[in-house]
């Protein structure tokens, strides 16, 4: 008996892919949600690191004596502006990391998640966010019905109180450069400690991502296990099924050689037989 007349095999069988064909799917979205938030980990890490020379040199400018020396070191802290807002703005696979649900790139109404305003004399003045909003998160089935976040915030690491309130970090970056520019110590060592405050921020956002790593890490090893045990039971319903076929291909051909052997002794000899 064949797979196909076991009402029970076929059902068994059936089943057995289908839940296979899930866990593709799960697995792919498990995957592609890595990528996306390994990705997002190293654009944190990089601005951490941008946050970490900054705070080198705001130190720096602070001991100094000369206002040359200040008017130099707020040039490199400009620098470290434009990196920072161009990791804000990074892509993966042609995506904004920090777009939210907004991420796609080109003309309006989607544009970068963190736009420079800039004055007179070429400078960043400020940093405002894409209006269509990049908080939104956007999550991928994992399980059945289990959805996890593959992205974060996107003001969160940078504005997580909106353009121009406490813990901007752009805004920080700014005022610590013109207050250097313009040999403003007091602003210079109070906006020094906004930004050791920033960093902490874009630390906890960085441990986040790292948690959601871990969860589907754990979710991908869960996920493998189901599928090598799906794939044991099928093999066993699938070889059940072929050893039954080659037990009744067997009988089958017991049957026919017997009964050719008896036809064989039944049928008399006729005249050919003696010519």
Request: net charge negative.
């Amino acid at each position: 008996m064949c797979i196909r007349d076991s009402p029970i095999g076929t059902s068994s069988a059936i089943n057995y892919t289908s839940e296979l064909d899930k866990i593709s799917t799960y697995q792919t979205n498990i995957q592609n949600g890595l990528s996306r938030l390994k990705s997002t980990q190293r654009v944190l890490e990089d601005i951490l690191d941008i946050v970490i020379e900054i705070q080198s040199l705001a130190e720096e400018g602070l001991t100094v004596s000369a206002s040359l020396e200040r008017a130099t070191l707020s040039t490199s802290i400009d620098i470290f502006l434009q990196q920072i807002l161009m990791n804000a703005n990074a892509k993966f696979q042609g995506k904004f990391i920090f777009g939210g649900t907004e991420t796609l790139s080109g003309t309006a109404p989607l544009s970068a998640p963190f736009n420079a305003v800039y004055d007179s004399d070429g400078y960043i003045s400020g940093v405002i966010q894409n209006v269509n909003g990049i908080d939104q998160l956007i999550k991928y089935e994992i399980n059945e019905g289990q959805y996890e976040a593959v992205n974060i915030s996107g003001s969160a690491p940078f504005q997580p109180n909106g353009e121009g309130n406490a813990e901007d970090i752009f805004e920080t970056i700014i005022n610590l450069r013109d207050a250097f520019r313009s040999n403003d110590l007091a602003t210079a060592t109070a906006e020094l400690e906004n930004l050791k405050n920033e960093y902490d921020n874009i630390l906890a956002q960085t441990s986040l991502v790292g948690t959601r790593i871990v969860a589907l890490e754990n979710q991908d090893v869960q996920q493998d296990d189901l599928s090598i045990n799906l794939k044991e039971n099928l093999s066993s319903v699938l070889d059940v099924d072929l050893a039954q076929a080659i037990i009744e291909q067997s009988y089958q051909s017991f049957l026919y050689q017997t009964s050719l052997q008896v036809g064989a002794k039944i049928i008399p000899p006729s005249l050919l037989d003696f010519i």
